[in-house]
């Protein structure tokens, strides 16, 4: 998995302990990959956004994604809709989003982590981030770095019953763990479970995400 995002994204593989991580920067999200915890029941909560900058680019994305165990996914888009919706080698969906596109214009190569999610999860997340709200229209959210890039989405109702954990989270990172977790609950967070150097949460959707010190 480390392997095809890391090809389709232009990133280093970094081992680590538990996994593997492709780093990020100021203005693009880290993925790091974890051995899986459960099955996958139906579709994601998140997925990512690939962008580009032409027809030919997007073409190219597609058919190297393909070319390194991605494959074809019909999720419901109509033919007019101009992203193409793929799956990663372990049925991950993603989409590699048209060129033109105005809403992920400037956010480069990974353009956008795409969630499943209430207007309130969205607001607990800019709380929690302390990043801006750049899009908050008709129950759907979006946040972003100061910086830029990659943006952080919440489609809004309806949102599907959390019926499994997910096998996709966030993690964060503290200087002090412990203030970080009191203000993380204050801001609507439950507290789960002692993790391996740090605490397992969920946000007000449900989802489980986890905070280690720094």
Do not use: Y
């Not at 051995?35 to 058919?63: D, F, M, Y």
């Amino acid at each position: 998995m480390a392997r095809f995002w890391a090809e389709l994204l232009g990133r280093e593989v970094v081992d680590e302990d538990d996994g593997v991580l492709l780093r990020g920067d100021e203005r693009q999200v880290g993925l790091r990959f974890v051995a899986a915890s459960t099955q996958k029941v139906g579709l994601g909560r998140l997925h990512l956004h690939l962008t580009s900058a032409s027809p030919e680019g997007q073409r190219a994305t597609v058919e190297k994604a393909l070319s390194i165990g991605g494959c074809h996914l019909d999720v419901g888009q109509l033919p007019e809709e101009g992203h193409v919706v793929l799956s990663d080698p372990e049925d991950n969906e993603f989409c590699i989003i048209e060129a033109g596109n105005g809403f992920l214009a400037g956010c480069g190569p990974l353009g956008e982590v795409a969630c499943d999610g209430s207007r309130a999860v969205g607001v607990f997340w800019q709380q929690v981030l302390e990043w801006p709200l750049v899009w908050d229209q008709g129950e759907e959210t979006a946040i972003q770095s100061p910086a830029g890039g990659t943006k952080l989405a919440w489609g809004g109702p309806p949102v599907a019953p959390k019926r499994v954990r997910n096998r996709q989270r966030f993690d964060l990172a503290a200087d002090d763990l412990d203030s970080e977790i009191a203000r993380l609950t204050s801001l609507g967070a439950a507290r789960l479970a002692d993790v391996d150097e740090g605490v397992e949460l969920a946000d007000p959707d449900g989802n489980e995400f986890r905070i280690v010190g720094a």
